[in-house]
């Protein structure tokens, strides 16, 4: 069975600081691994990935992720949050051989000005 | 390029009474499919997935059913509606195991 892990609930930065969202998984085999963002009321955007190659990835509006596989970790990053990521963020795994896309529990960011 | 409706955005019913939300994928020919449920803007369920025409599988047992009876058309039924099925219903579609998804809009269920 696969699963994902987004230890924080919520995560609260000021504008101008760096923003970090927590992500570990659990998958047989491969992973690949995605992060969407989420607004009120609306569906799931989609981010960024990790398919193969390069450990750290880059997605939309300055986003970030790296993908650490000793530690079953891909943490989402950005140098410098705006006030309008202020959202909720999903981490998503699918197995190499498997249809199914799991996602964590999500995290709410609040970034203040 | 590619685009997926969901409707209708938001729906109130009576316990008791029947469901159908509909999805449609264009621009794109043989997606995989699924049928997502969102309880109180946290994490996502993954209801059903399909990866063709009259193929479900379901991910969870419970008061729902999906079909596929198109290509690019996946439809979430349920014959009677319990209180505990509200929620928001989301809709993807993906390429290959590879690719990532791509969300609708969802539809806003409140069974009253």
């Known amino acids: 069975a696969q699963s994902v892990a987004q230890p924080e609930d919520q995560v609260n930065v000021a504008e101008g600081n760096p923003l970090t969202v927590k992500c570990t998984y659990s998958v047989s085999g491969n992973p690949y691994l995605f992060w969407y963002v989420q607004y009120p009321n609306r569906g799931l955007q989609f981010l960024l990935k990790?398919?193969?190659?390069?450990?750290l990835v880059k997605g939309s509006y300055g986003f970030e992720a790296e993908f650490n596989k000793s530690q079953t970790s891909f943490h989402l990053k950005k140098p410098s949050a705006l006030v309008s990521d202020s959202a909720l963020y999903f981490c998503a795994v699918r197995g190499a051989n498997d249809y199914k896309l799991s996602f964590g529990a999500g995290t709410t960011v609040t970034v203040r000005a | 390029s590619q685009t997926i409706h969901q409707w209708p955005a938001t729906l109130v019913q009576p316990v008791g009474s029947p469901l159908s939300l509909e999805c449609t994928v264009e621009g794109t020919s043989n997606p995989n499919l699924y049928w997502y449920r969102q309880a109180a803007g946290r994490g996502l369920q993954l209801l059903f997935y399909s990866v063709g025409i009259g193929q479900i599988s379901s991910e969870v047992p419970q008061n729902l059913s999906a079909s596929r009876p198109q290509d690019r058309q996946f439809i979430l039924s349920s014959k009677k509606l319990l209180l505990s099925d509200s929620g928001f219903y989301l809709c993807?579609?993906?390429?290959?195991?590879?690719?990532?998804?791509?969300f609708g809009q969802g539809t806003r269920l409140t069974v009253v």
């Open positions: 993807a579609w993906f390429r290959q195991v590879n690719t990532e998804a791509f």
């Open positions: 990790y398919i193969t190659g390069d450990n």
